[in-house]
């Protein structure tokens, strides 16, 4: 086994630590670049190529005036950005393979910001004090597996000597692991699913596969559709199929899968192709019907609990009109072709003629409102059809590639 790996992580308080953890990379044969990112010193129980100084003159600081100044929270801020920008130059430069690194709150801020830098692919291995709970904020949306490190990274002891060494067989084995090149380089389209519009996207995605594309899924879960706007907006995919944009009711109604409020921008900023459709506009999540919010408990809303984990609020009349709003001012700073397609027998499957959530009112004042505030020359095309209808899908795969072959070409 051979290859390069980045260490990185605060070597002034856990130089034990990342001494044990770089043994055991060097024992499965590769290579090691450490970089320290701690403010209050550093070690001389290995070489450091880049040391603390270096980081924070990148991050925009003297490592002198951090120190001087003691806060916590400002060091962490520096030291992030300026691991971030070395991880990224030591990467384009060539100079290693992977990346691993390891901390409590703050090291795992610092390490999860350089690996963030990395483009996907680049192996990136974390352990992690905060591993087994929410890591959205860490892992942004890049490939970055957490480790939790059952104990905290404080010394090397019995639990921690096998969560170090089985992290390091990780990254080493990720290094060594050979990916099969590519048996084509079709064009690429992201799609947007739920569990909701699954008969529509697997329909459209291999009819698509029959005119030579290669289509991306994403679930709509919020990081889902956050990952699709990022590869929009990196260039990495051709155009964007967006039949499930149910994370837009979440971000207005306060649900747990929003996607923040710039979906829908990206793909419409770089001049992509983009269908929009309003799939599972009517529904929002939460978790269990505990959490959601009283407002929204004591308002003779509409309720339906999909598993015990799951509960799905049915988006009101007034809802559905704010969001034709937000989807029409999105649409209309949109440099590229983009077009609506609007199932009018519901949105989703709970949406259907006759089921839980069918609201043929609110599904209406979504499409009104977007008519009223869109520019006159995007499409809106109905169709009689609910989104999982064969039809429909078919529909969305003729008005995909109409808007493909509208795209200006490159200059």
Avoid at 12 to 32: H, M, P, Q, T, Y
Avoid at 297 to 316: G, I, P, S
Avoid at 349 to 372: P, Q
Avoid at 382 to 406: C, G, W, Y
Wanted: negative net charge.
């Amino acid at each position: 086994m051979s290859g390069r790996v980045l260490i990185i992580g605060t070597f002034d308080s856990k130089a034990d630590e990342f001494a044990f953890l770089r043994e055991r990379i060097i024992e499965n044969g590769c290579e090691v670049i450490a970089v320290n990112a701690g403010v209050d010193g550093s070690t001389d129980l290995f070489p450091i190529e880049v040391e603390a100084s270096i980081v924070a003159f990148e991050g925009g600081e003297a490592l002198a005036a951090l120190r001087d100044l003691r806060d916590r929270g400002q060091a962490i801020s520096v030291m992030s950005y300026g691991s971030a920008v070395i991880a990224k130059r030591l990467f384009d430069e060539g100079r290693f393979d992977g990346i691993i690194g390891m901390g409590g709150s703050g090291g795992t801020g610092i390490v999860t910001a350089a690996m963030r830098a990395l483009p996907l692919g680049v192996p990136k291995v974390c352990v992690s004090t905060l591993a087994a709970g929410d890591v959205s904020p860490f892992v942004g949306t890049k490939d970055i597996v957490m480790i939790p490190s059952i104990v905290d990274v404080a010394g090397v002891n019995r639990i921690s000597r096998t969560i170090l060494t089985r992290a390091a067989g990780a990254i080493c084995g990720m290094i060594a692991a050979k990916i099969p090149e590519a048996t084509d380089e079709r064009p690429l389209i992201a799609a947007s699913m739920f569990g909701n519009t699954t008969d529509c996207v697997d329909a459209c995605r291999a009819a698509l596969d029959g005119h030579g594309y290669e289509t991306l899924v994403f679930h709509a879960t919020g990081t889902g559709g956050r990952i699709l706007e990022s590869l929009a907006a990196e260039g990495l995919v051709d155009a964007v199929l967006d039949i499930t944009t149910t994370e837009w009711a979440d971000e207005l109604c306060g649900g747990i899968l929003s996607a923040g409020p710039e979906r829908l921008d990206a793909p419409g900023r770089c001049g992509l192709p983009h269908l929009i459709v309003p799939g599972c506009l009517d529904m929002c999540n939460f978790g269990p019907m505990s959490t959601v919010p009283e407002r929204h408990r004591t308002a003779n809303r509409n309720f339906y609990e999909w598993t015990d984990a799951v509960t799905l609020m049915r988006t009101t009349v007034e809802e559905n009109r704010q969001l034709g709003e937000i989807f029409a001012r999105k649409a209309n700073a949109a440099s590229g072709p983009v077009a609506f397609l609007i199932p009018l027998r519901g949105v989703s499957v709970l949406d259907g003629d006759g089921e839980l959530f069918c609201d043929r009112e609110a599904d209406a004042a979504f499409t009104s409102s977007l008519r009223e505030h869109l520019r006159e020359d995007i499409p809106v095309v109905e169709l009689d059809a609910n989104i999982n209808d064969p039809e429909f899908a078919a529909k969305a795969v003729e008005m995909m590639l109409e808007l493909i072959s509208n795209r200006p070409a490159s200059p």
